[in-house]
């Protein structure tokens, strides 16, 4: 159990629907990765928060956002969901310490399904 | 920019045998290398990683890796497979632009298939 809990574990939806992954960090991590998984493109860097600031963005497209509140917990909201957009999604934390050296923590995922 | 590739999406290997998985990085920097295993319907768990310092790191589970400098290469061993060890296993690179922070850069992943 590396402490990091995203939900939901699975998620059905149809295409043009939106939908928000929570994530919530290791007890005193600051900061929190989104990737995304597929088949086709592997693991992708989708944005980083750290400290409820972005500090770094990857692949992500316009149509998803995220945020990280006071608590600390992320949010990966995805909207005018397409086919292709199924995919495994994870959230990573990392501690200030660990943040430079990039050693990540990986909750188990949120599976989306676009039908 | 940072990036690895991993040679061999899947690799099978008999039980007791030696586990050799390939990896060669590209940077600009001194990179910062790590590999993860994902074991199905689980996250990647950090198996080990090489900062700086000592060339071969051992990590969990028996497996050690090797940076080589000369040959680009960060490859994951382990002298005798366990049937527990079967898993998706990926070499990653620590980013460092701008745009990217210090997020980590994944290969394709390596499937290692243990037969007894």
């Known amino acids: 159990d590396s402490g990091v809990t995203q939900t939901p574990k699975h998620l059905i939806t149809a295409t043009g629907q939106r939908v928000t992954l929570r994530c919530s960090p290791r007890?005193?991590?600051?900061?929190v990765y989104w990737y995304q998984q597929s088949l086709d493109q592997g693991l992708q860097f989708l944005i980083q928060y750290y400290n409820g600031e972005e500090r770094a963005k990857g692949n992500i497209l316009e149509r998803f956002s995220a945020q990280q509140f006071p608590d600390l917990h992320s949010e990966l909201n995805l909207s005018s969901l397409e086919l292709g957009d199924s995919a495994l999604y994870f959230c990573?934390?990392?501690?200030?310490?660990?943040?430079?050296?990039?050693?990540?923590?990986f909750g188990e995922g949120s599976r989306l399904t676009v039908l | 920019a940072q990036s690895v590739t991993q040679l061999g999406s899947h690799v099978s290997v008999s039980e007791g045998a030696l586990v050799l998985l390939r990896c060669n990085y590209s940077s600009s920097v001194p990179p910062y290398l790590f590999w993860y295993v994902q074991y199905p319907n689980q996250g990647l768990q950090l198996l080990l990683k090489?900062?700086?310092?000592?060339?071969l790191v051992k990590g969990i589970n028996g497996f050690e890796a090797e940076f080589k400098k000369s040959e680009t290469s960060f490859h994951l061993t382990k002298p005798s497979a366990h049937m527990s060890d079967a898993a998706e296993y990926f070499c990653?690179?620590?980013?460092?632009?701008?745009?990217?922070?210090?997020?980590?850069?994944f290969g394709k992943g390596t499937s290692l298939l243990v037969t007894p």
């Open positions: 990573a934390s990392s501690d200030p310490g660990r943040d430079y050296t990039g050693e990540l923590f």
């Open positions: 007890s005193g991590d600051l900061s």
């Open positions: 090489y900062t700086t310092g000592a060339t």
């Open positions: 990653a690179v620590r980013s460092s632009n701008s745009n990217s922070g210090y997020a980590l850069n």
